[in-house]
């Protein structure tokens, strides 16, 4: 009998047990409406999309050089007698720079001078006699004629060489080289000076050929230097060479700009942005924006409001890029919400959250 009673005290006490059980399983299994609040929301940011100017520019590297560098030679021989102006000094062109000694040429021209108007005197004298009086015979008034005129010729250049033995500036700018002293004899050819004009000066760089059809003189460009970092120079595209370096497959260009102050130093090197093509009315969108497919590219757009936002895929066009930025030509107008921060979580159709700061995915 105390067996009996036994048994069904473990019986009732297992199906309590087993009622426990079934009532927590009941318990914790969601219902519908759970289950839908548990639907992936993906955090998004995003940035509306607007119509504004854009220009694309061609990247380049160049060396500043000097407008005009002239190497001055002597022309006439002699020894240095004057230095006028030596070299740090800002020359205008005609300015005198050296003299060389002029004495034996001084001598001569003197003598040449006299010559010149004694040779004078006679033709017009028998010119008087053969046209007017008859007297004299022809050959003897053009032999006088042609010795007046020699000796003219004779005066003028020794003039000519007399004035040499000054030696000037041919452009305005710096001189920048001194390279002879006072008593260096000098002969023709000889180099003497060096004049050097920097304002304006003029970048030369090199074009790679596959922008050929983009570069054309009157291009503007702005033009950065590394020891001035801050600053941006404005220039333009005078020169556009017409053949390819077969090395290294670039064209020659050159760009002349202003140098107030004359900071730009002759050898600086340059970093230059050459106007390729302006839009006036493009769609621009930051390129971390869009997601790469087999086709192509793609962009999310965030439609509908509040509970019902969710991502649409849009197929677009790329027209042109510049840093990190793209133009597109298709798939998007002006208005849309583009999503910037979230697109590589996002397929089409996903419900998302628009949010600011840092997006993330929560469920």
């Known amino acids: 009998m105390t067996i009996h009673r036994a048994g069904q005290a473990l019986l009732l ?25 548990f639907v992936r929301v993906i955090n998004v940011e995003v940035s509306p999309v607007a119509v504004r100017e854009f220009t694309q520019t061609v990247p380049l590297t160049g060396v500043a050089e ?17 230095v006028v ?25 003197q003598t040449a001078t006299a010559q010149a108007q004694l040779a004078r005197e006679v033709w017009e004298r028998r010119r008087a006699l053969y046209e007017e009086d008859g007297i004299g015979s022809e050959v003897s008034y ?14 003028k250049a020794l003039q000519e060489r007399l004035a040499r033995t000054t030696i000037t500036a041919p452009i305005s700018g710096i001189l920048d080289q001194r ?12 180099p003497v000076a060096r004049v050097v004009q920097v304002d304006p000066i003029k970048i ?55 140098n107030p102050g004359e900071r730009i130093k002759p050898e600086m090197v340059a970093n230059i942005e050459v106007v390729r093509q302006v839009l006036e009315e493009a769609i621009v969108i930051p390129q971390e924006a869009m997601v790469r497919v087999e086709d192509g590219y793609t962009v999310f757009v965030a439609r509908g409001e509040g509970n019902q936002t969710v991502a649409e895929a849009r197929p677009i066009t790329l027209m042109a890029t510049q840093g990190n930025e793209a ?7 002006p ?12 397929a089409n159709g996903d419900n998302i959250r628009v949010v600011e700061g840092r997006a993330e995915e929560r469920d």
């Not at 000097?66 to 006439?76: G, H, K, T, W």
């Not at 053009?142 to 005066?155: I, S, V």
């Open 204 to 258: 030369l760089a090199g074009v790679p050929e596959r922008f050929a059809l983009d570069i054309a003189t009157g291009a503007k460009a702005s033009v950065r230097f590394d020891i001035m970092p801050d600053e941006v120079f404005e220039g333009t595209i005078t020169y556009v060479g017409a053949t390819v370096d077969s090395g290294s497959r670039t064209f020659p260009v050159e760009l002349t700009m202003p």
């Open 66 to 82: 000097a407008m005009q560098d002239v190497l001055i030679s002597a022309e006439e021989a002699g020894v240095v007698r004057r």
């Open 335 to 346: 208005g849309d919400r583009l999503i910037v921060v979230g697109q590589q979580q996002v």
């Open 179 to 190: 390279l002879v002293e006072v008593g260096t004899m000098v002969s023709p050819g000889t």
């Open 85 to 109: 102006r030596d070299k740090g000094t800002r020359v205008r062109a005609g300015q005198s720079l050296l003299r060389l000694d002029d004495q034996i040429l001084a001598a001569q021209v």
């Open 327 to 333: 133009v597109i030509s298709d798939g998007l107008v």
């Open 13 to 37: 006490a297992a199906l309590l047990i087993t009622a426990a059980c079934n009532g927590d399983a009941q318990a914790d299994s969601p219902t519908e409406e759970q289950a839908q609040e």
């Open 142 to 155: 053009l032999e006088a004629k042609y010795g007046a005129d020699q000796a003219e010729g004779n005066l």
